[in-house]
């Protein structure tokens, strides 16, 4: 069995309920997401359709849209869900005690299971 290796980000005050911050972990740039419901995920840093900063989109529930050209995904599953159907990888995260913690080994895009 492989052992899980979370990463501390800090603390969940560091990004503003409703935005994005990029984080480095070692040698990855990721985005983190703090819904206004609370949640937070983590995605790859830059939208696969032209590399916009995505922790710069705006954020609606758990859909993303990029800064760049208006592209959007799902937060939970990474798909797209505009235009050409891109999708994000994804990072579990989780928080505890205001601490949030990532587990730095991408998911690609999946279909939600809903």
């Known amino acids: 069995m492989m052992a899980s290796t979370e990463v501390l980000l800090g603390f969940i005050d560091q990004i503003p309920v409703g935005e994005g911050r990029t984080f480095r972990v070692a ?28 922790a710069d989109g705006l954020l609606g529930g758990t859909t993303l849209m990029c800064p760049l050209h208006d592209r959007t995904f799902d937060l939970r599953s990474g798909c797209g869900t505009s235009h050409e159907q891109l999708g994000l990888a994804t990072y579990p995260t989780r928080v505890s005690d205001g601490e949030i913690w990532l587990h730095p080994v991408p998911s690609p895009a999946r279909e939600a299971a809903e």
């Open 27 to 54: 040698d990855l740039e990721i985005a983190v997401f703090h819904t206004a419901e609370g949640a937070v995920y983590a995605t790859q840093a830059f939208c696969p359709h032209r590399q916009g900063p995505l």
